[in-house]
């Protein structure tokens, strides 16, 4: 199975901060993805990457932007954190054959 | 465009009881099918899929058929434990999407001894 690594368990950061998610994978896998988990929404596409430098826009992407340098680390960048973004933030690492794999998810406060 | 739709939890259950957690979707072309389930405090697994229609779908005593004619996919599972108490997501991955899941709500089961 494929391991995804995210950087932190909990995160507490102020309004206004820029705030960075790392999301690291130990396969050659392409597909990436970012998410937001929230009670009674499911868990919704902020940005998705298919390799080195590309990315592409999700269902909701405002106040959000990401980087992909590496092909094994995605990172999820929110500007300037607002507290409409506090949230579970998962990473999603798609394997062969459709399966997906999960990071053990952020949860970020903005106070 | 693509959705997913979930019933309503919480559902709480006693043990042994018969469960359906319903699913419907909207998708062009021939989507995959997903189960997934986050036990408390823990992150999202994979519990059974379906990748064409009339695919069936088990794992653990759960099971789940893609009924294309009813765009649907349900939750079933004979005799739930305690230990299946869980949050349950549908979700789907459009056809040639690289991999895109769409998910619905969520919904919680609680099973009482």
């Known amino acids: 199975d494929v391991k995804v690594t995210q950087s932190s368990r909990y995160l507490v950061k102020r309004t206004g901060e820029k705030v960075f998610l790392e999301c690291v994978q130990d396969?050659?896998?392409?597909?990436m993805f970012w998410y937001r988990q929230d009670p009674g929404l499911g868990l919704r596409l902020i940005y998705f990457?298919?390799?080195?430098?590309?990315?592409e826009k999700g269902d909701i992407p405002e106040g959000y932007s990401v980087s992909r340098e590496k092909k094994e680390r995605f990172s999820l960048i929110l500007e300037s954190a607002s507290t409409n973004q506090t949230s579970m933030y998962l990473c999603?690492?798609?394997?062969?054959?459709?399966?997906?794999?999960f990071g053990q998810g952020t949860r970020l406060t903005v106070v | 465009g693509n959705s997913v739709t979930q019933m309503e939890g919480p559902v709480t259950l006693s043990e042994e009881a018969f469960l359906t957690i319903n699913c419907t979707y909207t998708a062009t072309g021939y989507p995959s099918l997903f189960w997934y389930v986050q036990y408390p405090g823990e992150g999202l697994q994979l519990l059974l899929k379906a990748t064409k229609a009339d695919d069936k779908g088990s794992n653990k005593g759960f099971e789940a058929t893609y009924r294309k004619e009813t765009t649907s996919f349900h939750l079933e599972k004979g005799s739930v434990q305690v230990s299946d108490s869980a949050v349950y997501f549908c979700?789907?991955?459009?056809?040639?999407?690289?991999?895109?899941?769409?998910f619905g709500q969520g919904t919680e089961l609680s099973v009482k001894p």
């Open positions: 990457s298919y390799d080195v430098k590309m990315k």
């Open positions: 396969m050659d896998h392409e597909n």
């Open positions: 979700a789907l991955s459009p056809y040639n999407q690289g991999g895109k899941l769409i």
């Open positions: 999603v690492v798609q394997g062969g054959n459709t399966e997906a794999f």
